[in-house]
């Protein structure tokens, strides 16, 4: 969808090594929300932003942080990659009662 | 917290057919959305429908159709007049509580055959 878009693409990464990952939005969007999918669980919540400065953790928090410092940019960061975090990764936005616009994903693999 | 299942890990029909995928969902809230999202092999997530919960009234795009029954917390999706291009993987999801956090269930894939 033109109104976000997620950056990288494709990733891969070596054990233990920093990565982030970027969403950036164009619909001036309150809310924006990290998911991750993997196979037989569907897609899992991460951490989530209701406003600049402001966020809260989701289900599957644990080896993750973000940050907002502007509205439009939403940052993930794995500390420390591992295995376990190879993943596709998903952004997605949302203004209430409008609807979920979600990003064309990351696909991560941790080596 | 809110929990959804879709106990249909797989389904198969047959084009132009008509196939009901089931999701059913477990919340306090009084106030809340469903979804139902199609992922193609491309992975990007397309809003297939949506249902406000206040909505008695079943939502319909289409050949797409619910079948929202409140009390017994479900919410099924029909497609109708199946076609090669809905074979995918479709998620249902609730959308509601505080900061309107989706949650999602585990998926169904979806097969057509011509």
């Known amino acids: 969808d033109a109104g976000i878009t997620q950056s990288p693409r494709h990733k891969v990464t070596e054990t233990g090594t920093p990565v982030t990952l970027r969403c950036h939005q164009t619909?001036?969007?309150?809310?924006m929300y990290w998911y991750r999918q993997d196979p037989g669980h569907g897609l899992r919540l991460i951490h989530y932003?209701?406003?600049?400065?402001?966020?809260d953790k989701g289900e599957v928090s644990d080896g993750y942080s973000v940050s907002r410092s502007k509205t439009e940019d939403f940052l993930l960061t794995l500390e420390s990659a591992t295995s376990s975090q190879t993943s596709v990764y998903f952004c997605a936005i949302s203004e209430l009662r409008v609807g979920y616009t979600f990003g064309s994903g990351t696909r991560l693999t941790v080596v | 917290a809110q929990t959804v299942t879709q106990s249909q890990p797989e389904m198969s029909v047959q084009e132009a057919e008509t196939v009901t995928l089931s999701c059913t969902y477990d919340?306090?809230?009084?106030?809340?959305?469903l979804f139902w999202y199609k992922q193609p092999p491309s992975r990007q997530m397309i809003l297939v429908i949506r249902q406000e919960a206040y909505k008695q009234q079943n939502a319909t795009e289409n050949r797409f159709s619910v079948n929202f029954q409140k009390a017994a917390k479900s919410f099924s999706l029909k497609i109708s007049d199946s076609q090669l291009g809905d074979a995918a993987m479709y998620f249902c999801?609730?959308?509601?509580?505080?900061?309107?956090?989706?949650?999602f269930g585990k998926g169904t894939l979806l097969t057509v055959n011509p």
């Open positions: 932003s209701y406003g600049v400065k402001d966020t």
């Open positions: 619909e001036n969007h309150r809310y």
């Open positions: 999801a609730f959308g509601g509580g505080s900061n309107y956090k989706l949650t």
């Open positions: 919340t306090s809230e009084s106030d809340y959305y």
